[in-house]
């Protein structure tokens, strides 16, 4: 997450990052939608590999599912790492297709660029973006309320109590998972430790096992794990220490990687994909942001793996207590 969350955007063929082309022909169209989608061309840009088993696969997963239902034609551009790349990617996306999705929040300075100049062309963003630009629109999780919600869990389930949050890139859903993770914690147990680190990536597996030894080694044993295809790393770490080490990590159940999973920050973009696809359809795409915290279980929630199953009272009375107005988010959560 937001994990909260809250990741990265193709004229010609100078993007370096990987392209998958499902179809792609003609000019870019309409702002929105109106009533039929079928021959919609969709760009989606993507902040990391669409592989990742995590936000970027579910967030890519959920525009070929919608696609394929409405006959729209789909182009990918993924491992979009850099401002300048986002910049290209969504420009060369732009002449060409109806629609731009871009998943990741570090793309949205490069969607308050791009989509100026082309106002013909919807643009959707999962991040805030800049007010007053009639084709750009944010449909985004607030990545940072299930991690506080994990946090109440690790606090209870610590028996060293120290605890510790590996991040990924430097982007709101992670800081965001962090202040709430941490948050949440200190709800439970004021004199709880939190470590928090950053590896600069969601995907460097090295890294995150860096990180995380480094954490079980001053103590850690339960650990949020802000990371996507770098979760390996984290997992590698515990198993190699030897210590009964619980860890969180984001988006999707990959419980069945390790025993020592406990829970995940479900986080359904392909849902919230899908409904950025209906409401172009429809031509209802709000002006204003559109964000997903603990309301709607079906797009996010904290989950438990089997084998924690005794926590889900905490997690169930916390979710309540979010979303009653009773617990409010840090600032900056």
């Known amino acids: 997450m937001n994990r909260t969350s809250w990741r990265r955007g193709l004229l010609g063929l100078v993007v370096t990052p990987a392209l998958l082309v499902t179809a792609c022909s003609g000019s870019g169209g309409t702002a929105q939608g109106s009533g039929s989608a079928k021959g919609t061309k969709v760009g989606v840009v993507l902040a990391g590999p669409r592989n990742?088993?995590?936000?970027?696969?579910?967030?890519?997963?959920?525009?070929?599912?919608m696609a394929s239902q409405e006959g729209m034609k789909v182009s990918v551009v993924d491992n979009v790492d850099s401002p300048q790349a986002a910049v290209d990617a969504l420009t060369n996306l732009a002449a060409d297709n109806n629609l731009i999705i871009a998943g990741g929040s570090s793309l949205v300075s490069a969607g308050n660029t791009v989509a100026p100049q082309f106002p013909d062309v919807t643009f959707v963003m999962s991040g805030v973006v800049q007010k007053g630009i009639r084709n750009l629109h944010t449909y985004a999780t607030r990545q940072g309320v299930p991690a506080y919600v994990a946090g109440v869990v690790a606090a209870r389930a610590s028996k060293t109590r120290s605890i510790g949050y590996v991040g990924g890139t430097d982007i709101p859903p992670n800081s965001q998972s962090s202040i709430d993770f941490a948050a949440g914690a200190r709800s439970a147990d004021p004199k709880i430790k939190v470590a928090s680190t950053t590896v600069g990536s969601l995907s460097d597996a090295a890294k995150a096992k860096e990180a995380t030894a480094a954490q079980i080694a001053n103590g850690a044993d339960v650990i949020y794990?802000?990371?996507?295809?770098?979760?390996?790393?984290?997992?590698?770490?515990?198993?190699?220490?030897?210590?009964?080490?619980?860890?969180?990590?984001?988006?999707?159940?990959?419980?069945?990687e390790s025993p020592h999973l406990i829970g995940f920050a479900y986080q359904n973009t392909r849902v919230m994909v899908q409904h950025v696809l209906k409401d172009y359809k429809a031509g209802s795409l709000p002006a204003e942001p559109r964000f997903y915290a603990l309301e709607d279980p079906d797009v996010q929630a904290l989950r438990l793996c089997p084998s924690s199953a005794g926590h889900q009272e905490v997690v169930t009375q916390t979710t309540a207590k979010i979303n009653s107005g009773a617990v409010t988010m840090p600032q900056g959560g």
């Open 225 to 256: 794990a802000f990371q996507d295809a770098g979760l390996p790393g984290v997992l590698d770490a515990v198993a190699e220490s030897g210590k009964d080490v619980k860890v969180f990590n984001p988006t999707t159940d990959r419980c069945s």
């Open 52 to 65: 990742d088993k995590a936000f970027y696969q579910s967030y890519l997963d959920g525009v070929q599912a």
